[in-house]
Nanobody, 118 residues
Framework: QVQLVESGGGLVQAGGSLRLSCAAS????????MAWFRQAPGTAREFVAS????????SYATSVKGRFTISKDNVKNTVFLQMNSLKPEDTGVYYC???????????WGQGTQVTVSS
């Protein structure tokens, strides 16, 4: 059983930065890839960024490309999301999830709130 715990959210002004962390405990090594998603009130959860656990390949949503960076620490089983040049539309609850080979993302954490004021 894998547990994911997100942290690092908060309130920031537009143009500011935040760094989110997602700590995995349990059989995190079984994930092929991990990702960050976000959900604003009244909207569906949307993909933000992903990283392959072994190779480190990354993928980003168009809306965050060039502003956000996903990275990982294999020793600490932790995934990070560095968010720069934040915009009010980045506001939402940010979740991390893991996926097995060929599987969909799951094992969601409780999420961390990010609020960007204009």
């Amino acid at each position: 059983q894998v547990q994911l715990v997100e942290s690092g959210g908060g309130l920031v002004q537009a143009g500011g930065s935040l760094r989110l962390s997602c700590a995995a405990s349990g059989r995190a090594f079984s994930f092929e890839r991990m990702a960050w998603f976000r959900q604003a009130p009244g909207t569906a959860r949307e993909f933000v960024a992903s990283i392959k656990w072994s190779a480190g390949w990354t993928s980003y949503a168009t809306s965050v490309k060039g502003r956000f960076t996903i990275s990982k620490d294999n020793v600490k089983n932790t995934v990070f999301l560095q968010m720069n040049s934040l915009k009010p539309e980045d506001t939402g609850v940010y979740y991390c999830g893991g996926a097995m080979v060929g599987g969909e993302y799951g094992a969601w954490g409780q999420g961390t709130q990010v609020t960007v004021s204009s």
